[in-house]
């Protein structure tokens, strides 16, 4: 059975994250991932898109499903992105 990370052991393996994506991601997360991805675009006068890239797999097992059901966890699970998965994308 897969073990879902604690918050304490995602910083302490991967950093700080830039934002937690799950199907509750806060407004206030949202907005500070838009100001990044809208400087991409300002910096660059339009010639590039700002994009969040995440290579990651999401594990879900019984226990965890259990779990959300039970109203024991918010969400089924969740995805963390750190400022290095902000990219850019040059229009062409």
């Known amino acids: 059975m897969s073990q879902r990370m604690t918050m304490d052991e995602v910083l302490k393996e991967y950093g700080v994250p ?7 991601a806060t407004r206030s997360e949202l907005l500070k991932l838009r100001e990044k991805l809208m400087a991409i675009r300002d910096l660059s006068n339009g010639q590039e898109q700002g994009y969040l890239d995440i290579d990651c797999k999401l594990y879900i097992d ?22 290095e ?5 040059k229009e062409e």
């Open 85 to 89: 998965d902000v990219k850019s994308y």
């Open 18 to 24: 830039q934002i937690k994506l799950d199907v509750h």
């Open 62 to 83: 019984v226990d965890d499903i259990d779990r959300y059901l039970s109203g024991e966890l918010d969400t089924v699970g969740e995805i963390y992105a750190f400022p």
